[in-house]
DNA sequence: ATAGGTTGTCGAAGCGCTTCGACTGCTTTT
DNA sequence: AAAAGCAGTCGAAGCGCTTCGACAACCTAT
């Protein structure tokens, strides 16, 4: 293993000098450095990661803590965990990967050990009990998911309340009346998961402003589940023409039943789904849906938290607005029969 | 931040005993220990993790590489990933997320910075840059994936030639003779990515021993590749009874599309999948599937990993036996017509 | 009783890096 | 021409931990 001294030596100049070349915080001369940087590359020297970070504090690794829970849509997660990654290696940070299981504990012992610089936090529930330390320890983060109480925390999410207005306005637009809801499991529900009922609330609220009618189901993924739920909301409200659709896996076993009733796609029902662009045009009806825009969360999450990190910023929410993309899944209200 | 010098002196011993409390590498009286346990508890001491790894030359950090890709089905990634995670945590090591795009220079960087004691990669190609380098390093290393040579390499996979055999040997005992295989989409095979072809491969071997004729075809995801492909699949072999469906995202687009040509399934066509089973029993058919096991191959990969690290295991070949359950979606091929 | 082991503890020497103050020659200002 | 400033470099002091050798204090065998 090459040491700084070593460089130091072959080089012809003092360890420090090394160092001031590679973190570029005193004027070095050009002659100089050009050297330095020579034998760098000639001895192929890395600087050691532990000593860097017990000489200056700083471990250059950004924590991402994402849930191990496999009910919610997993290639959101991935796509955020990869766009942190990437981010974060463009601005010279690696990424520790924590899983949600060991709760509020890896925060202690991250914070505690100084193993990262800073945390992101993602499927962040309403009340999460991981806030109340984050906020204790001072150790700057960023959540992907907006809790109840955002003081003094910056968070990154996609609008998801505007989000649900914007279904609904679509539907109510192309004139149906009778809405419903396939939601996320019901497990989601009961753990409180922000954006679910966000989403929810958003939707019922500008549904009520244009006068329509909302039936809010939560489903488990898979064609029975949702066959079940299909069957329900239609035993209940036979008028129904509107379907706004939260949960990915639900999505394709309801064109499935839909298709197998004779209801027609979009002749005779709408569908809007919420789901990443990639599955909306992979769906055997190419879906009118509002995107995840995940690259962008987990993008701006990792350039918040560098922001933070230098100073340049402060606890903030970061909203991004839904942008609904019209497909061939929705078209106007079949004639009142 | 408290310190190990402060824990000392809190307990009325020397840095030394403490550190020996912790590592347990000296024998420690009970009295000292419960005391400096005490103190430790009391100060809320963590570690300094830079300190302690460049003291002892050990980071307790496994690195993961993942591919970025997004052609291969990513829950399967993300649970591995999780699992690798999970069994590191159990035995004390964190988890580095790396994605593939750095490529070998990740290695490098790694290796040389002793940011981790060692590295996990993923989505191995058969003949891998990256492996030269790992041979180069010394540094350990688990290959989830099989890459053409394996001398000296450590690695963790599905026995995806006894996978493809065993596909076609469901089929053959049902009576079907003419077999097609969907499978990765072009760009996996393209990159010489080893499952994929490994599959194939065995796939093949058995049908030929079994006399049966076999159509291969590479296919992306989607309703609409599917249906192109799967149209001059049955324009080549009218005769086709039997598919064996590697490409995830093509299987319920293949079914959509039996369906809609009045084949039924399993009573016209049987079909086989390779994929999760959560999602086998998630499709539109209960598929009978051969299932990945992906929290295997990650917990194993780690195992393997530690077992290194303390000197307890050489480089090694693991191959999970594959396991295939009938599902609703195969049965006798019809009669001959 | 004495040589030889154990057991439990301490002190000190680093691990490889960052960073602060100090110093040397210059160039600029007054 | 002296004072002041600046660019460029060095030496040394740590950062918080692990680990090695040393050394008491005690226990066992002869």
New binding site residues.
Partial sequence: ????????QHA?????????V??G?????????LRVEQSIRELG????A???A?????SNIIALMVPLRTDMYVPVMMEIAIAVATTARMHGYDVLLLTGEEGPDAVRRVTGSGLADAMILMDVQLDDERLPLLRGSGQPSVLIGLPADTTGLTCVDLDWSATGALCVEHLAKLGHHDIAVIGEAPAVYERHTGFAERTLDGLRVRARELGLRVLHRPCEGGYDAMAVTLARILDERPGTTGFVVQNESAVEPLLALLRQQGRAVPEDVSVVAICPDQVAVQASVRLTSVGIPAPDMGRYAVERLIATLEGRAAGEVVLLAPELTVRASSGPAPAAS
């Fill in positions: 293993m090459v040491t700084l001294a070593e460089v130091a012809g100049v003092s360890a420090s000098t090394v160092s001031y590679l973190s915080k005193r004027s070095i001369s050009a002659t100089t450095r020297y890395h600087p050691n532990g000593a860097r017990l000489a200056s504090s700083r």
